[in-house]
């Protein structure tokens, strides 16, 4: 079973910025699409962003479009959020997820399309 644990939540304030890390401890990381979901408190766990398994093609939420950039270096076997202009909205636990097709279509969106979930990392955006 492949293994996530993401890392860098934190506390920042309105308009900062955030880089969450995902590493993956399988060796077949290379073959799955990565996403990111969100939770936050009193909420349904929604989608935020997901990238194949080049790297090629992303496809975000569009309450994240322009501020967040999904990024992965499979040399590394870790997939990153890189959060800008966050707001008190962007508030929640970040959770990855491996997606073992390795494409990404619009069912991407759906967390019930992956097959490994990480822990979560919580970020606080402030006002």
């Known amino acids: 079973q492949e293994q996530l644990v993401e890392s860098g939540g934190g506390l920042v304030q309105a308009g900062g910025s955030l880089r969450l890390s995902c590493a993956a401890s399988?060796?077949?990381?290379?073959?799955?699409?990565m996403g990111w979901f969100r939770q936050a408190p009193g909420k349904e766990r929604e989608f935020v962003a997901a990238?194949?398994?080049?790297?090629?093609?992303?496809i975000y939420a569009d309450s994240v479009k322009g501020r967040f950039t999904i990024s992965r270096d499979n040399a590394k076997n870790t997939v990153y959020l890189q959060m800008n202009s966050l707001k008190p909205e962007d508030t929640a636990v970040y959770f990855c997820?491996?997606?073992?097709?390795?494409?990404?279509?619009?069912?991407?969106?759906?967390?019930?399309?992956?097959?490994?979930w990480g822990q979560g990392t919580q970020v606080t955006v402030s006002s």
């Open positions: 997820a491996a997606d073992q097709k390795g494409y990404i279509t619009t069912t991407s969106s759906s967390s019930f399309m992956y097959d490994y």
């Open positions: 399988g060796r077949t990381f290379n073959s799955y699409a």
């Open positions: 990238i194949s398994r080049s790297g090629r093609s992303t």
